[in-house]
């Protein structure tokens, strides 16, 4: 079967066509140029392409690792757009030109945001007293390395100090990484309780009902491009109100202060071709937790697991499909509530039950959407903005469709008036997906549940 290549020939621009076979000439890598990487170094963006220089491919595997390579650069969130193109020259020699645009890298965000498990939690009261405020400065691309670094100082309601110091790469083949963690925060409200699958606050006005502090060091192994493996030992230290165990005694062991280690595996085999909005590909996470190693509070001890599988699915011109399934699995049978997730926390979770928690000891979920698109996704220059940061950019809307369903197993009868353990719960409805640049997705959905209830959301983050 004849494949058509146009290459561009020399430094003239003038396109030459070939009509080669599967079975015909290879052609080699003789350089890759790289440019607009003002503040990216070099060894970055090569780490990035599959195309190394010396190479021997076919000219299938050509010009699909030039695709790969340039969606493994949009995926890390440091370029507005990617060009990559072949330039043929002698024979079968072929040099790589790459042109990136730079994103704007420093953000002080300021932080004005709910104390609520999620916007929509908050949106039932609308009360202004449960607002943070305060600052998160992100640095992106943190010494051109890719690396990110994030301190947040917040007052208002809770109280957060926060640094977030993310490595990539420490070793010369840019395999192994690292990450450091420490944080506190201090709350006057802290939930106690289920009641009805929502959580009960205790108000402590004067003084802290909650202080956290934790810290992480994590190390990172990427051997390829879609694989990475991370390894994390962490510490904890909690201090209660004692009246949080009044209200609930099943809320904490026999005392209110804690201190625990905790070791985490994570995997992820990232294969979407848009990881803020992806249309084509699949995701693979799994992870497995300790929290409690018998050290300090030897008391505390869970085992967790999760694994989740997505898989996005071009159907027919505009039209996509979606779907995600997910499971988490605590083994105990008894686990004080401060330490308790489920249905309702990251990673777990169905539209239609924004507003409930549901918490279980075996959990299944499943997610999926067919969508349409409305604007497809396309690239814009704006004229009259001068740099290229905010000049070059694109959006996109997407019409959709959507059912989700989820099973919460609990094996301990619930003393909290919980309805929803030990039930199927599903959720569908339709909704608006709006995507742009900077890996902003804005979501509108409106979602009918399996409660016979109807509500309208807002989000942040793609629906799968």
């Not at 021997?56 to 370029?79: A, D, G, P």
């Not at 999620?118 to 449960?130: A, D, G, I, T, Y």
């Not at 109280?159 to 990450?179: A, C, F, M, S, V």
């Not at 995507?435 to 009918?448: K, S």
């Amino acid at each position: 079967m004849l494949i058509t290549l146009l290459l561009l020939i020399g430094t003239q621009h003038l396109y030459a066509q070939y009509y080669l076979s599967a079975s015909d000439t290879t052609f080699v890598i003789d350089n890759i140029y790289l440019s607009g990487n003002k503040h990216t170094k070099e060894n970055i963006i090569l780490r990035e392409i599959e195309l190394k220089k010396g190479d021997t491919v076919y000219l299938h595997q050509l010009l699909y690792k030039i695709k790969k390579s340039r969606q493994n650069l949009i995926n890390r969130s440091l370029f507005n757009t990617v060009e990559i193109t072949p330039k043929r020259h002698d024979y079968n020699k072929v040099d790589l030109y790459v042109v990136v645009t730079e994103r704007w890298y420093i953000w002080p965000v300021p932080i004005f945001t709910y104390s609520d498990r999620n916007f929509s939690v908050w949106w039932e009261s609308k009360e202004l007293s449960r607002i943070n405020y305060g600052v998160n400065l992100q640095v992106n691309n943190f010494r051109g390395r890719m690396e990110k670094l994030n301190i947040i100082l917040q007052g208002g309601y809770d109280k957060t100090l926060q640094l977030d110091w993310k490595i990539p790469y420490i070793n010369k083949k840019q395999k192994w990484g690292i990450e450091i963690f420490a944080g506190a925060t201090f709350n006057h409200e802290t939930d106690y309780n289920l009641k009805n699958n929502k959580l009960a606050y205790y108000h402590e006005e004067k003084a802290y009902s909650r202080k956290w502090y934790s810290g992480k060091l994590t190390a990172t192994f990427r051997p390829k491009y879609y694989f990475i493996h991370s390894l994390t030992l962490g510490f904890d230290h909690r201090e209660y109100a004692d009246t949080l165990l009044k209200l609930n005694p099943g809320f904490a062991y026999s005392k209110s202060k804690f201190s625990f280690l905790s070791v985490e595996y994570n995997f992820k085999y990232d294969f979407r071709d848009y990881a803020p909005y992806p249309l084509k590909g699949f995701y693979v996470e799994g992870d497995i937790k300790e929290d409690g190693l018998g050290i300090f509070s030897k008391e505390v001890n869970q085992l967790s697991l999760y694994m989740i599988f997505d898989q996005y699915i071009p159907l027919y011109k505009r039209w996509y499909f979606a779907y995600s399934l997910a499971a988490q699995i605590i083994p105990n049978n008894y686990r004080p509530y401060f330490i308790q997730d489920g249905l309702g926390y990251t990673p777990m979770g169905i539209r239609g039950y924004q507003l409930y928690v549901v918490k279980g000891n075996w959990i299944g979920q499943f997610r999926s959407n067919i969508k349409f698109a409305i604007i497809p996704k396309k690239p814009y220059i704006l004229d009259f903005i001068k740099t290229e940061k905010f000049n070059r950019f694109f959006f996109g809307l997407y019409a959709n469709i959507f059912l989700d369903g989820a099973y919460a197993a609990s094996p301990i009868p619930k003393d909290d008036d919980s309805t929803l353990n030990n039930k199927f719960l599903y959720g569908t409805g339709a909704g608006l997906d709006f995507v742009t640049f900077y890996d902003v997705v804005v979501r509108a959905e409106y979602v009918f549940n399996g409660n016979h209830e109807h509500h309208f959301f807002l989000s942040f983050v793609a629906p799968i």
